[in-house]
């Protein structure tokens, strides 16, 4: 039996320094404050968080759990993997095709300029899109030169400064902005707040989403056919984002393990799955808003195999079809990271 204690131990030892309670000491919190004034702010409600907590399952079992995995913490980043299940369960309603251009199906929406006319939604899903413009109220200007920790190119220039625009998708840049734009897009696909869908078409028939929470901005707001309507972000970045559970987001992991299957439902279609898992041309670290260790340059231990939902403040969801696991890891410090997933993968075998 796989003994997972010394993992666990390791994780619990080495919870990331955030203070817990944003409220209380709002400078050890949050990814906002290196941006460029007037946007380094909060612009949507957080809350305070649990510790480090996490699960493992193994074959489709739950077989380790630690700290609160029922408590919905803020995921950050994780949720941009959420956008692209629901890009594929519309690209099963028929509602895109990956190499269409986004103009094409949604004029008037930011994506008419010249520069903006020729971006896939591909490239939205991949972050390769140098879109250019504004999202309720934010530039693309703002992750400029934005650097994070699994991205392999050097720091090229100060975050926020203006950099020069390539053609869209060629030039790989993690842009929260950009992703917000592509959160309008599918909203405007759907024509229904997107964590309706999501709960009604993954987290719901998973037997998911108790105290599950996807809030936008305080502004970020618009009206689809007479209805006024969230649109909600792909992460934490200037706070709002999902709230969610350790053993959703393992269910939900487990989801994109069994190829968009449960039960003998096809949740997601499974060349759907499949395509979040290839290696995009420009940034071959990186699938369908998916982090991939093809090379093991994501961690070594981990098999090749093996891909991964990152957010900020130690969120992690950990996939790997060659021991058909499931690992949740929330609030570790990323310094140690690499501890946590050697101790996983040595208690693998």
Not at 218 to 246: C, F, L, Y
Not at 321 to 329: E, I, K, N, S, Y
Request: one cysteine or more.
């Amino acid at each position: 039996m796989n003994d997972f204690s010394e993992a666990i131990a390791y994780a619990q030892a080495h919870e990331i320094p955030w203070t817990r309670d944003p409220a209380a000491d709002p400078s050890r919190w949050g990814v906002h404050h290196p941006d460029p004034p007037p946007f380094n702010r909060l612009r949507g409600p957080v809350h305070p968080r649990g510790g480090v907590s996490g699960v493992i399952r193994l074959q489709g079992r739950e077989v380790a759990a630690w700290g609160e995995p029922d408590r919905a913490d803020l995921t950050f980043s994780v949720a941009k993997t959420y956008l692209a299940l629901l890009a594929g369960i519309a690209q099963a309603r028929g509602l895109l095709d990956p190499s269409e251009r986004v103009a094409d199906r949604l004029p008037g929406i930011g994506f008419d300029s010249p520069h903006n006319r020729p971006i896939t939604w591909e490239h939205l899903l991949t972050q390769t899109s140098e879109w250019e413009g504004t999202c309720f109220g934010m530039p693309d200007q703002v992750e400029h030169y934005r650097h994070v920790a699994h991205d392999p190119k050097p720091v090229q220039g100060k975050k926020g400064e203006k950099r020069p625009l390539q053609e869209p998708g060629t030039y790989w840049e993690y842009n929260d902005v950009r992703i917000n734009q592509l959160s309008l897009a599918l909203l405007h696909l759907f024509r229904r707040p997107l964590p309706e869908v999501f709960l009604e078409s993954v987290l719901r028939p998973l037997g998911g989403g108790e105290n599950f929470q996807w809030v936008g901005y305080d502004d970020a707001w618009v009206e689809i056919d007479g209805k006024r309507m969230p649109s909600v972000p792909g992460g934490t970045h200037w706070g709002a984002g999902v709230s969610i559970s350790a053993r959703d987001q393992a269910r939900i992991g487990q989801l994109l393990l069994d190829g968009g299957m449960h039960e003998g439902k096809q949740l997601v279609p499974r060349e759907w799955i499949e395509r979040m898992q290839q290696p995009n041309a420009v940034a071959p670290f990186y699938g369908l808003l998916t982090w991939l260790n093809r090379d093991g340059s994501l961690f070594a231990d981990a098999s090749r195999s093996s891909y991964f939902m990152f957010g900020a403040g130690g969120n992690y969801v950990w996939i790997d079809p060659d021991h058909d696991m499931v690992a949740v890891g929330r609030w570790i410090d990323g310094a140690h990271m690499n501890g946590f997933v050697g101790r996983v993968a040595r208690a693998l075998g």
